[in-house]
């Protein structure tokens, strides 16, 4: 083999090395930004969660009934102990007539984990109600099935129980 042939392969040999090294940098870097991108994306998802709870709980304190039920889906499914499933709003306002009673409401989040494409997210709470003496009425746990709905979230499924 002429050294012109021996350098040609060789410069190849380097050039084909330093692609496949360059390929696979990419291709890390592509793996930690989608890593990063889907941390940003639940985080952004509980942080809306959060938000959208919170709100419901100035519903329930204002004794607002429309105002709690515009955070659920058309099609709610109501689980609460000793009751049969309810299904749809008409069906969940007619257990919702507490809310009318005055009292304080407390939903602490305990944990909010979305799904991978952010579709749906499980929320569980700790849920506390007292009249304004600081009586309790309830002090139970609970989880909110919500379903993305265009742009925004919806409690798709709504389940509380006593401890």
Not at 14 to 38: M, P, W
Not at 77 to 100: C, L, N, S, Y
Request: proline share 2%; aromatic share 6%; with cysteine.
């Amino acid at each position: 083999m002429s050294p012109v042939t021996a350098c040609l392969l060789a410069l190849l040999t380097v050039g084909f090395l330093v692609v496949k090294q360059d390929a696979s940098v990419l291709q890390e870097v592509e793996a930690d930004a989608l890593a990063v991108e889907e941390a940003e994306r639940a985080t952004s998802v509980s942080d809306k969660i959060t938000q959208l709870t919170q709100g419901m709980e100035t519903c329930v304190d204002n004794e607002d009934m429309n105002c709690l039920l515009a955070y659920l889906d058309d099609n709610v499914r109501v689980m609460r102990e000793h009751h049969p499933v309810q299904i749809g709003k008409t069906e969940a306002r007619k257990h919702m007539k507490w809310i009318e009673h005055d009292f304080d409401a407390t939903l602490e989040i305990k944990e909010i984990t979305p799904s991978t494409d952010g579709s749906i997210v499980v929320e569980r709470l700790k849920i506390t109600m007292k009249f304004p003496n600081g009586t309790s009425i309830f002090n139970g746990k609970g989880v909110f099935v919500w379903k993305k709905v265009n742009n925004d979230y919806k409690v798709y499924i709504d389940i509380f129980n006593d401890n």
